[in-house]
């Protein structure tokens, strides 16, 4: 088809998407990408509260699907197929939007096609920048963290990834130790903005060690036993104090990320000859620290770095939309016994 549309629906964490993304030739088009948030509801929580998330999902995801289309001006019946997060994520919030979208394909004789959340991430460089196949994937958000080989829409190779916490779950905890609000990342990054990175060295795990697999558990440890050393020593903290910490923090994580893409990308030239472009996605490919330190690891290797518009970094439905996308036109979709999964790995 010269002309293909999809109506995509994500609701595994704490936001509910729907948007939808149209392909014309080779240039792809975001028509509309709503994202209704639930910060407000789990913010007295410290976290994002299941249940509550679920609950949210349900009562928002028609709301979305209409604003949607409204903004993309389109009814039902001009869009060609509608995609849907079916995991990894929150079980009741997935089941909502898979629910969601099988309603929709039934109701308006639509092809329905299942989409992991983390592909979705993944392809969104196709979508913003038209990314060639294949490149080096560094994933990072509040649940993943992992090096992947993007070969195809639904081809992915591993080279490895978190054995502990996520990157993204790490800032939100540090933000929590400090007092800071949540998402931690955000806060920590601004922060961080007027302070020095050297005051307080924190460790910088398993670069001691080969391979790309990262830890970041031991960082807020680290973090945890520098705070109280200020507290014993003065009391309390000062916002210096914490704009220092912030920075000791963005610091190593950003050394441990860009440090294992350099190897991640010498493991590649192991088998090829020419060095893959880097693209990164989730919501830590916000930080700009972080985006700074992988566009040098790219130039030093005469490749290029490609990073989404933040809004596309993290989660929202036009993504959702594209990966579905990619998959339906390759002759992909999934019947009406698609399963919500939790757990899905790439
Ligand atoms: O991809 P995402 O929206 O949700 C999933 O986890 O799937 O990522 C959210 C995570 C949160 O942990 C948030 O703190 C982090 O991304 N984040 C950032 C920044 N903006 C968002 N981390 C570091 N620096 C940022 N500027
Ligand atoms: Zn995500």
Redesign the pocket.
Known sequence: TAELTILGLES??D?TGAAVVRLRGNVPEILSNIVIGQAELHEAFGGVVPELAARAHAEKIDIAVEQALDAAGLTLAQVDAVAVTAGPGLIGGVLSGVMCAKGIAAGAGLPLVGVN?LAG?ALTPRLTDGLPFPYLMLLV????CQFLIAHGPDRFERLGGTIDD????A??KCARLLGLPQ????S??KAARNGDPSRFTLPRPLLDRPGCDMSFSGLKTALLRARDGIVAEKGGLTQQDRNDLCAGFQAAVADVLSEKTRRALARYLELQSEAPAIAVA???A???L?RTRLQDVAGEAGTSFVAPPLAL???NAAMIAWAGLEMFRTGRQSGMDLAARPRWPL
Do not use: I
């Open positions: 595994s964490c936001d959340h991430h958000s509040g649940g993943h996520a990157p993204g779950e800032f939100d998402p931690g990342g955000p920590v990054e989730g919501g830590v916000a930080n700009t972080l970094c993290t989660d």
